[in-house]
């Protein structure tokens, strides 16, 4: 292998993965999965609750609580939220909360 191979090798390397995670953890793409069932842009027409006009404090509370597998005040019978937060990172869930905050009024 050639140092230029190499060295052409890795610079895909770093820019593949500097793009997967652009694209995964920008929070408007982490907030995408939620619209499916709170509604475009947090309005849900149906019964699962809405989460639009709510503030970045207290959707980064209610997810906290949800991540650590508990129901929220609510939301008491809660088992798809306590589920799904598990997926997303501390820092994942706050770029959630300021996102939803600040867009989805
Ligand atoms: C598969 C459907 C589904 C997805 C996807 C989903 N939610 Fe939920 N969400 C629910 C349901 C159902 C509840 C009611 C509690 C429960 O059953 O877990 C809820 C409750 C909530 C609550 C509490 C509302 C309240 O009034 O207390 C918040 C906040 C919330 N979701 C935020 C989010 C965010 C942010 C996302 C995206 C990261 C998201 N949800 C993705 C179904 C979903």
């Not at 404090?57 to 609510?74: C, I, P, R, S, Y």
């Amino acid at each position: 292998m050639t140092l230029r191979t190499i060295v052409l090798a890795t610079a895909c390397v770093v820019a593949f993965s500097a793009a997967a995670q652009a694209d995964e953890t920008a929070p408007a793409n982490l907030v995408n999965q939620c619209a499916a069932c709170h509604g475009p842009g947090g309005k849900s027409p149906g019964p699962i609750p809405a989460i639009a006009g709510k503030t970045e404090a207290e959707l980064a509370q209610k997810l906290t609580v949800f991540k650590a597998g508990k129901a929220t005040d609510a939301t008491p019978t809660a088992t798809v939220m306590t589920r799904l937060v598990q997926g997303y990172s501390d820092a994942e869930v706050a770029a959630i909360a300021k996102y939803v905050a600040a867009n989805w009024k």
